[in-house]
Each structure stands twice: as structure tokens, then as C-alpha cells.
């Protein structure tokens, strides 16, 4: 370890053994007695780490970079410029704010300079360290509010992510047959989707109706759902009321209208004989299809009270003869093209839960600051 690596290690332990609770400001400036006023400045008030060139910089950014929350550049260092050394840092560590010291007054290159290295200010030399200061206050207010912002948005977004997973499980806990039934139509239904190049967003709303697709059987009377044996003709008229009950459920909730129509449309038929509208083929949305065929699949292959679970083949063979009448053709070739990727998930649908699901995971903000100027 050289002495500067050592420097940097101990000032940081220093750091948080002795202030914790402060944010992290990396100063990087080629000229001792700059940097030791810089250090003056903020002494007391935030972690320090320093560096004497950029490329010095860029190591202490790779080390610490989770933990800095602003670096405030030189512009003029050998070997690298400040501009060159934030936009490298731009790349790898977006949240960290940045400020540059420039004796510049070229305008072109200085909007440049903001918008090439995500600039949150520019200070123009020479200038009174209590100027700096209020910079360097202002970009660890934005950092903070940003990070804030991050955490609250996960928080909720775990929140509704574990809602939507507890209705689903209360769901299949209604009756002994339909255990697991939603997570692995979730799964069958992503499985395919994944292939079809839809987007992220998409994607993940694939997954919530695929976990919430049997909402509207919170309705159904628990004498027809856990029924031991064939449904009555009346019984069936009750059961197909599910799916439009379910859509209803969804609409009055805004992060949710968008399934609401796949919702509903889980139980049509590509030739029409669906219910509850008798919706055709491409009337029926793609992720109604999807979620229809993945359903249908789960239902050939788990057991029901009159009757024992398929095995895979069978049920593939079945999704093989009924594409083009029950199944849209095509979702059902790709089904049967992926089916071995469906079957291990069939077995080990919580393995396969945590490597497909989009919503059970965190967002990964690239958090991007603000540019202004000295004189704005
Ligand atoms: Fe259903």
C-alpha cells in the first residue's frame, strides 16, 4: 500500500469512527496548499478524502465511491484534466454530485463541461472559500434529497411489491388445489413474455397479473371454489364471473389499470369460445393470451379434485393440439419451445421466482444532478 493509499484509508476510518453520520467530499486538486485550504474549509463539517490528481481520484472513486457523496475538481491537473476525470466518474458513480474549480471563462466550454460531466456547479477562480461552501452545502442537500427520494421510493415500492405477493398467496390458500397455482402462472406467463421483447415496465406488469390474474375469485362462494368434484352448470355460470370481477377490482386502483383488461381476459379462447366476452384472436390482448395459455398449463399440470395433475409431456402435447382453436398459435409454439425452462420452474417455482421477478427487486437509480453555474 503506498502512502497515499494509507492516507486515505486512515482518514476515512477516522472519519467514521469519529462522525459517522456525515456525507463523504472527495476534494482533488495538483497543488498542495490549494488542497490543504480546501481541507481548512470543510475541516469539522464532512468526511474528507483528498486526492493530487485525477488518476489518483479515479482510485479513491473506485474504493470509496458508494460513500462519497460529492468531489469538488480542480479543472487544471497534469495528466488529467478535471472535466476528463468527472466524466469518468459521471460513468461509473452518477449519484456522486460534482463541482469544478476553473480559472475558465469561455462559455462554450464551460456548458460543455456541465453537461459532458453532469455538472451540479462550476466555480470560477479565484474565490472566497465561504462561496465554495455554500456550493459544497447545496450539492449535499441535493444529494441527500435524491438519496432520500431513492430509499422512499423502494420502501414503497417493497411495500406494494408485498401486498400484491400476500393477496396472491391468500388467493391459492383458498383452497388446497389452487396452492402455488398464481406464482407459477406468474412465472409461465414471464417466461414467455421474456422472449417476446416487451419492455421492463411491461414486463413487471406481466408479472402483477400474473400474481393477481384470480382476484376476482375473492368473490366466489367457498362452497364453489374448494367444490370436491365437477362444478354444476349454475356453479360454472358463478365461477365465469371471476374474471370481470377481478378486472373491476383493479381498475379503482391506478398502479393497476393496466391489467385490469388482462384481468379480464384470461379465460377467452383464440377461436372465440372464451368467456367472458368471446373475444378472438387477436381481440384478446397479448397478455391475456399469455397469461390464458400459462393458466391453462398449471391447470393441466396440478392435481384438481376429480381428477390427478398431467405430467409435463401430456400437457404439452395438449397445448400442441389445441393451438390455433384454444391458444393463440403462435405464444403456443414459443410456449412448447420453452418448455424446458417451464418445466424446471415447475418444480422449483420459488428458485425460479427470485431469478425472473422484476418487481420483488429494487430500482437502481442513476441519479443524475442539475447543472447550474456560478452566476445563475
Ligand atoms: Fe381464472
Avoid at 402462472?185 to 384470480?214: C, Q
Wanted: net charge negative; hydrophobic share 40%; with cysteine.
Amino acid at each position: 500500500m503506498s502512502s497515499c493509499e494509507l492516507n486515505q484509508s486512515l482518514d476515512l476510518v477516522l472519519s467514521f469512527l469519529n462522525k459517522e453520520d456525515k456525507y463523504t467530499v472527495l476534494i482533488v486538486d495538483d497543488e498542495e496548499n490549494n488542497l490543504q485550504l480546501l481541507k481548512r474549509t470543510f475541516r469539522g463539517q464532512y468526511n474528507l478524502l483528498t486526492a493530487h490528481s485525477g488518476l489518483e481520484a479515479l482510485e479513491v472513486v473506485k474504493q470509496y465511491g458508494d460513500q462519497i457523496s460529492l468531489i469538488v475538481s480542480d479543472q487544471k491537473m497534469p495528466q488529467m484534466e478535471g472535466t476528463e476525470f468527472l466524466r469518468k466518474v459521471r460513468e461509473t458513480n452518477p449519484q456522486i454530485i460534482k463541482i469544478l474549480l476553473t480559472g475558465h471563462v469561455d462559455t462554450d466550454i464551460l456548458v460543455s463541461a456541465i453537461n459532458d460531466c453532469d455538472l451540479f456547479q462550476y466555480i470560477l477562480k479565484p474565490f472566497e472559500p465561504e462561496e465554495l461552501k455554500i456550493a459544497v452545502d447545496r450539492g449535499i442537500t441535493k444529494y441527500s434529497l435524491s438519496s432520500n427520494n431513492k430509499m422512499l421510493y423502494n420502501e414503497l415500492r417493497d411495500l406494494f411489491y408485498k401486498t400484491i405477493r400476500s393477496i396472491s398467496n391468500s388467493l391459492d390458500a383458498k383452497d388446497a388445489y389452487t396452492n402455488g397455482h398464481s406464482l407459477r402462472v406468474t412465472l409461465y406467463s414471464m417466461i414467455l413474455a421474456r422472449k417476446l421483447n416487451f419492455d421492463k415496465t411491461y414486463l413487471e406488469d406481466i408479472e402483477i397479473a400474473g400474481l393477481l390474474h384470480d382476484i376476482g375469485k375473492i368473490a366466489m362462494p367457498q362452497s364453489i371454489l374448494c367444490k370436491n368434484g365437477r362444478l354444476t352448470d349454475e356453479e360454472f355460470i358463478v365461477m365465469k364471473s371471476h374474471p370481470a370481477i377481478g378486472a373491476k377490482i383493479v381498475l379503482n386502483i391506478k398502479k393497476l389499470q393496466t391489467i385490469s383488461s388482462w384481468v379480464k381476459t384470461h379465460h377467452e379462447k383464440w377461436d372465440g369460445t372464451g368467456y367472458p366476452d368471446g373475444l378472438k384472436g387477436e381481440e384478446i390482448p397479448i397478455a391475456g393470451r399469455i397469461i390464458a395459455l400459462a393458466d391453462t398449463y398449471d391447470a393441466m399440470t396440478s392435481t384438481r379434485p376429480y381428477r390427478k395433475a398431467l405430467l409435463h409431456e401430456v400437457a404439452i402435447s395438449e397445448i400442441k393440439k389445441w393451438a390455433g382453436v384454444q391458444f393463440d398459435p403462435k405464444l403456443a409454439e414459443l410456449f412448447i419451445s420453452l418448455e424446458k425452462e417451464i418445466d424446471e420452474a415447475r418444480k422449483n417455482p420459488e428458485a425460479a421466482y427470485e431469478k425472473y421477478s422484476i418487481l420483488g427487486k429494487n430500482i437502481d437509480f442513476k441519479i443524475t444532478s442539475e447543472a447550474s453555474t456560478q452566476a445563475s
